[in-house]
């Protein structure tokens, strides 16, 4: 009986494996469009229609499709490439931004009738977007467009699409795994089911002798040397802890042992069959108790690992007091003192982590990820380097953290990051690369190791739960007297990020107010959970979540207008930031709109009357919050960039940073456009690759814009200068004559086009390019506001938002399409860590919400629309008077919620998510009875 | 998601004796939805051709086990002409899952995996429906759905059974229905879904518990009760460990949503205030 189905029209007839989902069928025959997302039929990103019908082809046994027709987004357009209307509409929306989820959306909503259209919230409940917060893509399918196609010099501040923007609503954007690699090895990791033990012996014999396995890897072949899997520009900001593979697993999901084999198939037997005994050890979860005397000790290690007390499971700590807060809580007229927790969230990027290791010669950059295996592409073996395609935002990190494992020189190691499938931070990591190298370094083949859903949640890294204590002052009028933080902050089993993300999580919260006595004690501690990583905001959600829900209430016991209270203590322009660890010298408000945030909460609040919608008998309230962060980093971010004329008359940006749906690279052909007086049509960019540019320290800590954008501008000014030097030498007409036009110089009448400046600096040997560099200091602010009126049902605990208004200072604005759709994201990722998003640990420390379907994301019916707000600042730092806007937007929206709900419930809620069953338990716990008891 | 360890896909057609490892393919959309290291072959259902709806002799439904929850969707919606019939896209609505799965999910695997939330063990729960069971002998057995389903994820099927259909009586067709839902997010997994019917001949209401219990439990009463004696049956009748605990919604918040629900439906139809 032979097999016959048709994929976008063309015949196959390759018999599907009995187990196989049609997911990895159409994949395996190079429908990369198709994606993987959760592979449970949660998310939708692997939507395809079979004879027409939209299933998820992660959930529909393979060999159904028999004598059917199958449509992936790669054959949504027409035959002729035209794009269907669809297509078309998610471009003209910018109905995306990593795009990951894109192919699943189109494949769906192509498919909806007009019923269905209708009602968009249960149309789409099968499909997860993480990024864009849905109103883009509502947009989108509502056929509204946003985009604008500016004259030559004028992209700047203008709704400029994503370059990307094409590929990914045809599917043919190439993420990570998307790629073809002939003699693949496929990887899979062996788990500790075990919070704390000692490998005693590891049999391997059964798993090597499964058919088709190539290696199984121990702690026995991995490297004695320690390191952290975080990425910064400064390794040692992170204490040394982590090993390859270790002889004692710290937390259930900890890596054990890999095996690597011809498919994933057999790597899994071979996982299963590897006989590991263990001892096991006391453990501890609570990081109080981790910290008390007689508690399990993780990392016994000494100085040289930079663990601050490691007796202790004590990572990181900071102490420090300003003034003295025992005499300005002396002084104060009320004092108001409560504990906060925030929970385990998942940055739950729907591209997984994962990397493909490949081998090309040396010094002959190839096409990343399209390589053959090692010695195929000519070239001696002595001669060839470690290619690391991987799903990063750290890709010179990641090369420098492999090079110093492995003493690997660095011209022997490329790193390249396709488009990335979302990153929130978690991808600032070297979770994958550092094994997947061991075994293709070991094997001389190419390895891929790619994370399931499952594994995002137990072996990847979580957002810092924190536990904190703040203490506030006031006299009478409202004037701050006193500050007090104390921060305990779980790390989990290893340290990746613990201190940075500890010392960044106290400094903008607290700094942002005004008080003559401030102290923090914060502790980073290690406990035997699934470790805990950078997410987006770094530690200062959490501790702005308390702070600000401290302000409310410090407001309510004053009998103050909560505004008010805040307009009185928050730092004016011109005034530093102070606190009690010290000033960060390098960090300024070089632009300030905190007053036009708080402005556009008060023009909120006056003009609302949303609470009209309220149903009967609902609990209805309203409250704000505020949130500052500095743009980029402490210590220095780099970002190398060279823009070069081309020999078409285009132009060539290389810059190092990450493309993952931050829209970082839309923004630099639109600052390259306006310093070159052209459109951005004509620019091309080549980007996180090591190969490019000579550093970029990555894409984090909101520093895309106002870091590698900076150096961008700098390169892209001074090639504009050069061509105009050139060329008034070239044309013997005076410089100041020459004017930059889009594809051409303008010299006083006549017009030589770039392509002959071009072949006319070729001719003398000049080649028209400028390199531009940035270091990441000075820093600025930004500022961000959140405002929420809400309603909640007494009976059932249900919550609606009536109306969320939001406020950003990002300095001059460079997409506001764009950056609204940052805003809105970021709005929609802190509603899901605020209502529902929990990862849940068992006794063990067991991950228990491991998928989709437990670990519950906003959809589009969970998110309201935000009415975003920019304020009208230009900043003196950042490039063009732009400020960082991709962290920020998610920290005051859960304070801004718990306000909105004291107000509509009188009760202070103080440990989020605000499920509607914990709700209802509180409302009922206060009316002192059950119903029906 | 590809499950690796499956050796062979079977046509359940062919028959042959059943064996450790095995498992009935009906529409996959759980199956492949988790990791099944123990499953070795899929017994696949696809080709079993059965009707998937059918109009008894005395006017009830029978849904064919592989009657895919699409399929009953645009039956409650456009065909079905009996005064139960909005409760089956009430009930279909009550999926976690998206309507993208409802085209290939079955009615039977929804009851075979007997999870608390699954709305096709309340729809045909709550209209009386009656399991057909196959034994590998070929015999047949019926049992209630109410009964089917004993547990979380527990139901009455023997090694080697199979669900043939489900079969609702007329007389529960033509009853009025009431529908409440209750989800910790919205359009979630349920934590509570309660169905009222009113009988057609005799007016006595029964309420069938589901979601917010680790089984259905259901009540009958006379016509018109009042709403004490709906409180004091569902009190003694559903035990505080009866209410499903897990991640899904606090055992509390169930109890208080069922007594919640209770008492709208009662008034809803027509019970006196």
């Known amino acids: 009986m032979s097999f016959a189905m048709h994929v976008n029209g063309r015949p196959t007839g390759v018999e599907p494996r009995p187990g196989q989902c049609l997911r990895t069928y159409l994949r395996e025959r190079g429908w990369f469009g198709v994606k993987k997302g959760c592979d449970a039929g949660d998310c939708g990103a692997c939507t395809v229609q079979v004879d027409g019908a939209p299933v998820h082809s992660c959930l529909y046994p393979a060999a159904r499709a028999e004598g059917r027709s199958v449509t992936t987004v790669e054959g949504l357009a027409g035959p002729d490439g035209e794009l269907h209307p669809m297509q078309q509409r998610f471009l003209d929306a910018q109905g995306f931004q990593c795009g990951f989820c894109t192919a699943g959306f189109l494949m769906t909503t192509s498919a909806l009738d007009e019923e269905q259209l209708t009602d968009l919230p249960r149309s789409l409940k099968g499909n997860l977007c993480r990024c864009t917060g849905y109103r883009a893509i509502e947009d989108a399918i509502n056929g509204v467009r946003h985009t604008e196609e500016p004259d030559p010099g004028h992209a700047v501040g203008r709704n400029l699409g994503a370059p990307a923007g094409p590929q990914v609503v045809t599917g043919t954007a190439r993420y990570t795994f998307d790629v073809e690699v002939p003699g693949l090895l496929h990887m899979k990791l062996l788990r500790s089911p075990h919070p704390h033990a000692r490998i005693l012996a590891i049999d391997t014999a059964a798993a090597l002798r499964v058919p088709g396995v190539h290696l199984v890897l121990t702690h026995h072949d991995a490297p004695e040397r320690l390191y952290s899997s975080a990425r910064h520009e400064h390794p040692t900001e992170d204490p040394d802890d982590t090993r390859v593979l270790d002889d004692v697993v710290r937390f259930v999901g900890q890596r054990v042992a890999a095996v690597v084999a011809d498919s994933e198939a057999a790597a899994e037997e071979g996982c299963r069959r590897i006989v590991v005994e263990y001892q096991q050890l006391p453990y501890v979860l609570d990081p109080e108790e981790a910290m008390a005397p007689g508690a399990p000790v993780l990392h016994p290690k000494g100085p040289e690992s930079r663990i601050a007390r490691p007796e202790n499971n004590v990572c990181g700590e900071a102490h420090g007091e300003l003034g003295s807060v025992e005499q300005g809580f002396a002084e104060a007229d009320v004092v108001y003192e409560e504990t906060f927790r925030t929970q385990r969230v998942q940055h739950a990027s729907l591209e997984t982590h994962g990397c493909v290791v490949t081998f090309e010669p040396a010094g002959q950059p190839g096409e990343a990820g399209q390589l053959g295996e090692a010695g195929e592409a000519g070239g001696g073996a002595g001669e060839e380097r470690i290619v690391v395609r991987s799903s990063t935002q750290v890709p010179f990190l990641t090369r420098r953290a492999l090079c110093a494992l492995y003493d690997l020189p660095m011209e022997k190691v490329r790193v390249v990051a396709g488009r990335v499938g979302g990153g929130f931070g978690g991808k600032q990591e070297m979770l994958t690369e550092d094994i997947a190298v061991l075994a293709a370094m070991r094997l001389h083949r190419p390895v891929k190791l790619e994370f399931t859903r499952a594994e995002q949640f137990h072996g990847a890294t979580t957002r810092h739960p924190f536990l904190i204590t703040v203490k506030l002052g006031a006299k009478r009028d409202g004037t701050l007297t006193a500050i007090r933080f104390r921060v305990v902050s779980n790390t989990g089993a290893y340290g990746n990020h613990g201190p940075a993300v500890m010392f960044h999580s106290v400094g903008e919260s607290m700094g942002v107010y005004r008080a003559p006595n401030k102290k923090v004690e914060a502790y980073s501690v290690y406990t035997n959970g699934v470790p805990a990583g950078a997410f987006r905001g770094y530690g200062l959600g959490q501790v702005t979540f308390a702070v600000e829900s401290a302000m409310d209430e410090l407001a309510r016991r004053l009998g103050i207008d909560p505004l008010v209270l805040r307009e009185k203590n928050i730092i004016g322009p011109g005034e530093h930031m102070e606190g009690p660890l010290g000033e960060e010298e390098d960090l300024h408000i070089a632009s300030y709109g905190l007053d036009q945030c708080l402005g556009v909460v008060r023009e909120a609040l006056a003009n609302d009357t949303s609470a009209e919608l309220a149903p009967e008998g609902w609990l209805v309230g309203q409250g704000f919050a505020m949130a500052a962060i500095a743009c980029g980093p402490p210590g220095g971010h780099i970002a190398d960039a060279t823009v070069r004329l081309l020999e078409d008359g285009g132009y060539d940006i290389a810059v190092g940073t990450a493309e993952f749906g931050n829209g970082t690279t839309t923004v630099h052909r639109q600052i390259a456009a306006g310093a070159l007086g052209t459109t951005v049509d004509r620019i091309t960019v080549r980007q996180s690759d090591t190969d490019v540019v000579r550093h970029d320290t990555g894409a984090f800590g909101s520093a895309g814009t106002v870091v590698a954008g900076k150096a961008v501008m700098q390169a892209a000014n001074a090639l504009a200068e050069r061509l105009l030097t050139f060329t008034a030498e070239y044309a013997r007409t005076p410089r100041s004559l020459l004017r930059l036009g889009a594809d051409a110089v303008e010299c006083h009448g006549r017009t030589i086009t770039l392509k002959e400046v071009f072949e006319a600096a070729r001719g003398k040997g000049v080649e028209l390019a400028a390199d531009g560099h940035f270091g990441g200091s000075p820093r600025s602010i930004a500022f961000n506001s959140q405002w929420f009126r809400i309603a909640v049902d007494p009976d059932t605990g249900e919550i609606r938002i009536l109306r969320s208004v939001h406020g950003a200072d990002a300095g001059r604005v460079m997409n506001p399409m764009q950056c609204r759709g940052q805003v809105e994201g970021g709005v929609a990722q802190a509603l899901g860590a605020t209502l529902f998003e929990r990862v849940l640990l068992d006794e063990h420390g067991e991950v228990t919400t491991a998928a989709f379907r437990r670990y519950r994301l906003p959809a589009y019916a969970d998110v309201p629309r935000t009415e975003v707000h920019f304020s009208t600042t230009s900043d003196a730092i950042g490039p063009l008077g732009a400020k960082s806007m991709s962290e920020s937007p998610f920290n005051p929206v859960a304070p801004a919620f718990a306000n909105a709900l004291r107000d509509a419930t009188g009760i202070r809620f103080t440990d989020p998510p605000f499920l509607r069953d914990q709700v209802w338990q509180a409302l009922a716990e206060r009316r002192g009875s059950h119903y029906s008891e | ?273």
């Open chain 2, 1 to 273: 998601m590809d499950l690796n360890t499956v050796a062979e896909l079977r046509d359940a057609r062919l028959g042959g004796p059943w064996r450790t490892g095995d498992a009935w393919l009906g529409g996959g959309t759980y199956l492949f939805s988790e990791p099944q290291p123990h499953i070795r072959r899929l017994i696949d259902l696809g080709r079993m051709g059965w009707e998937p709806l059918t109009r008894t002799p005395d006017g009830g439904l029978e849904i064919a086990a592989t009657c895919t929850v699409a399929r009953l969707s645009r039956y409650g919606r456009q065909e079905a002409d009996w005064t139960a019939a909005p409760l089956v896209e009430q009930c279909c609505r009550a999926f976690l899952a998206s309507w993208k799965i409802w085209n290939t999910a079955t009615v039977g695997g929804n009851l075979c995996n007997g999870l608390p939330a699954g709305p096709m063990i309340s729809l045909t729960a709550a209209l009386d429906g009656v399991c057909l069971l196959r034994a590998p002998s070929g015999e047949y057995r019926k049992v209630p759905v109410a009964e089917f389903v004993t547990g979380s994820g527990r139901k009455d099927l023997r090694t080697g059974e199979l669900l043939r259909s489900i079969t609702l009586p007329a007389r529960a067709l033509a009853s009025r229905t009431a529908f409440r839902q209750a989800s910790l997010y919205g359009l979630g997994r349920s934590a509570a879904l309660l169905v009222g019917t009113l009988d057609p001949v005799d007016g006595s209401l029964t309420l069938t518990v589901t979601a917010s219990t680790v089984r259905p439990f259901r009540f009958w009463f006379p016509p018109a009760p009042s709403a004490a004696a709906v409180e004091e049956a569902i009190r003694d009748g559903i035990r505080p460990e009866d209410y499903f605990d897990d991640i899904h919604g606090l055992p509390a918040w169930r109890r208080h949503l069922t007594f919640h629900f209770a008492e709208q439906i009662r008034r809803e139809l027509g019970s006196p205030s």
